[in-house]
């Protein structure tokens, strides 16, 4: 892990990941690219509908703050998780008309 990646994760680890967990949440970095941080949410957040309010009032505020230098925007990536992927595979192939 990078050291720019470290300085992040440990800004999450003080200032975001305790919130995020508070309410069944966690937050894990995709990558750094330009100044800009793109993060997944995961558990409860993971497709909240306060996902984008979430990332710019905590996440991106936090890290803007702490180190600007580094981070000037924080974007979430949406993704579906690997599981859900394949349970709708199955229900779609299971499903009898």
Do not use: F
């Amino acid at each position: 892990m990078s050291e720019d990646l470290k300085r992040i994760e440990a800004v999450l680890d003080a200032n975001v990941r305790p919130a995020l967990r508070a309410h069944g949440g966690e937050i894990a970095v995709d990558h750094l690219e330009n100044g800009v941080l793109y993060v997944k949410l995961l558990g409860q957040c993971a497709g909240c509908p306060s996902a984008d309010l979430t990332n710019e009032t905590l996440v991106e505020a936090e890290l803007t703050a702490a180190l600007p230098e580094l981070v000037q925007k924080a974007v979430v990536v949406q993704t579906v998780s690997d599981e859900l992927w394949e349970q709708a595979k199955r229900l779609l192939r299971d499903h009898h008309l």
